[in-house]
């Protein structure tokens, strides 16, 4: 008896059914839809939104007598995308809506279109675009003291090096605002190239290295980089890691030596124990303050230009006015003068004269 209760009831839902949304019983369509709106997260009509913001988007639709309605949808961006998931509306004739929220990506750019699909069991389908885009916001300076918030051992190096307090962490890597409020890497610059370093490390426009009273200019590092073999092949981070300083930490400035890329180099005439940057990037630079008289001349910073071209006169490494660095088809180079009487002057080794170093220059490596 219980069986065939439930079977009649079932029977008279299902015509009930029919008499609802049978297109046959009434030729009237069920569904109208009225309109999408876009709006910010407090219902005020827009169409320009900036990434990070929460949007809602609503729909308004019809039934046309009673019935039953869905609706899903799709967000697509230039650069991301959102479901609306599913939502129903069973009613009598009359207006509807229904809203989602969606939260725009803070990577978010350019126009987005939302697409929503409207349908009933009848099979009737309704689809409806509306579109808005969204406008990236420009990055303010907020000062490096906010950096170090989040990077304070990074800051605590930083304001060891000559580049504080006037380099700050937004000079190289650009304003931070949008990358603090965020914290994505997207929206921080991380220009790993010589040139971005070259844009405070050179002069003129870095193809020439200016020269006065028999020494290199200072502040041309990137200059002298370039126009080496080093500076086809590398970076100036590949040796140098900018957070630190050279002259309070060396062993974390200098990110390799230069036997991790010359490992087959050898070195005699008992020298071995001499590093590297002794003779190949002497103080061949003038800042303030010279030393030494003649040949025996140094300057109080270090060149960037390690190649020694051991045949060449001094005078040879200035062009003929003495205002620039000499470049051959090699690039540029320094003398022996430079590489071997800056500490043979009888102080800092024993004293040795510019035909006696150049003679023996290239026996050191074998």
Same mark, same amino acid.
């Not at 997260?41 to 990434?51: D, I, K, R, S, V």
């Not at 409806?128 to 990236?136: E, G």
């Not at 040949?295 to 071209?309: F, M, P």
């Given at each position: 008896?219980?069986?065939?209760?439930?079977? #009649?009831?079932?029977?008279?839902?299902?015509?009930?059914?029919?008499?609802?949304?049978?297109?046959? $019983?009434?030729?009237?369509?069920?569904?109208?839809?009225?309109? #999408?709106?876009?709006?910010?997260?407090?219902?005020?009509?827009?169409?320009?939104?900036?990434?990070?913001? !929460? %949007?809602?988007?609503?729909?308004?639709?019809?039934?046309?007598?009673?019935? &039953?309605?869905?609706?899903?949808?799709?967000?697509?961006?230039?650069?991301?995308? *959102?479901?609306?998931?599913?939502?129903?509306?069973?009613?009598?004739?009359?207006?509807?809506?229904?809203?989602?929220?969606?939260?725009?990506?803070?990577?978010?750019?350019?126009?987005?279109? &939302?697409?929503?699909?409207?349908?009933?069991?009848?099979?009737?389908?309704?689809?409806?675009?509306?579109?808005?885009? !969204?406008?990236?916001?420009? *990055?303010?300076?907020?000062?490096? $003291?906010?950096?170090?918030? @989040?990077?304070?051992?990074?800051?605590?190096?930083?304001?060891?090096?000559?580049?504080?307090?006037? &380099?700050?962490?937004?000079?190289? =890597?650009?304003?931070?605002?949008?990358?603090?409020?965020?914290?994505?890497?997207?929206?921080?610059?991380?220009?790993?190239?010589?040139?971005?370093?070259?844009?405070? =490390?050179?002069?003129?426009?870095?193809?020439? %290295?200016?020269?006065?009273?028999?020494? %290199?200019?200072?502040?041309?590092? +990137?200059?002298?980089?370039?126009?080496?073999?080093?500076?086809?092949?590398?970076?100036? !981070?590949?040796?140098?890691?900018?957070?630190?300083?050279?002259?309070?930490?060396?062993?974390?400035?200098?990110?390799?030596?230069?036997?991790?890329?010359?490992?087959?180099?050898?070195?005699?005439?008992?020298?071995?124990?001499?590093? @590297?940057?002794?003779?190949?990037?002497?103080?061949?630079?003038?800042?303030?303050?010279?030393?030494?008289?003649?040949?025996?001349?140094?300057?109080?910073?270090?060149?960037?230009?390690?190649? #020694?071209?051991?045949? *060449?006169?001094?005078?040879?490494?200035?062009?003929?006015?003495?205002?620039?660095?000499?470049?051959? $088809?090699?690039?540029?180079?320094?003398?022996?003068?430079?590489?071997?009487?800056?500490?043979?002057?009888?102080?800092?080794?024993?004293?040795?004269?510019?035909?006696?170093?150049?003679?023996?220059?290239?026996?050191?490596? +074998?």
């Amino acid at each position: 008896m219980y069986k065939q209760s439930k079977l #009649i009831i079932i029977i008279l839902l299902t015509a009930l059914q029919c008499l609802l949304f049978s297109k046959t $019983a009434l030729t009237v369509e069920v569904l109208s839809f009225n309109d #999408i709106t876009i709006t910010n997260n407090l219902g005020e009509p827009q169409t320009e939104f900036a990434p990070g913001n !929460v %949007i809602k988007i609503i729909a308004s639709f019809s039934l046309e007598r009673p019935g &039953v309605a869905v609706l899903r949808g799709t967000v697509t961006g230039e650069n991301w995308t *959102a479901t609306l998931p599913l939502r129903f509306r069973l009613g009598f004739a009359g207006d509807y809506q229904v809203t989602w929220t969606v939260d725009i990506p803070v990577t978010a750019a350019g126009n987005t279109q &939302v697409e929503i699909i409207l349908f009933n069991p009848l099979q009737e389908r309704v689809i409806r675009s509306a579109f808005f885009a !969204v406008v990236p916001y420009d *990055a303010e300076y907020i000062g490096s $003291a906010a950096c170090s918030l @989040c990077h304070p051992d990074v800051f605590a190096e930083w304001v060891k090096t000559l580049h504080s307090p006037f &380099v700050g962490c937004e000079v190289c =890597h650009g304003p931070g605002s949008k990358h603090v409020l965020t914290q994505s890497p997207q929206f921080i610059k991380i220009n790993t190239s010589s040139k971005q370093c070259g844009l405070c =490390h050179s002069r003129n426009d870095g193809t020439v %290295i200016e020269a006065e009273d028999g020494f %290199i200019k200072n502040q041309q590092q +990137y200059n002298e980089f370039i126009a080496t073999k080093h500076g086809k092949v590398l970076e100036c !981070v590949t040796c140098h890691n900018p957070h630190f300083s050279v002259s309070t930490d060396r062993s974390k400035a200098i990110k390799v030596n230069c036997k991790e890329c010359h490992p087959t180099q050898k070195v005699d005439l008992l020298m071995e124990a001499i590093d @590297c940057t002794q003779c190949h990037m002497p103080f061949a630079v003038l800042k303030l303050q010279s030393t030494g008289n003649g040949l025996y001349r140094k300057g109080d910073q270090r060149t960037h230009i390690v190649r #020694i071209k051991t045949q *060449a006169n001094p005078q040879e490494m200035f062009t003929a006015g003495g205002n620039a660095i000499r470049q051959d $088809a090699q690039g540029a180079f320094i003398t022996d003068n430079f590489s071997c009487l800056g500490c043979h002057n009888g102080t800092d080794a024993r004293f040795e004269d510019f035909e006696s170093v150049r003679k023996t220059t290239t026996l050191i490596h +074998y």
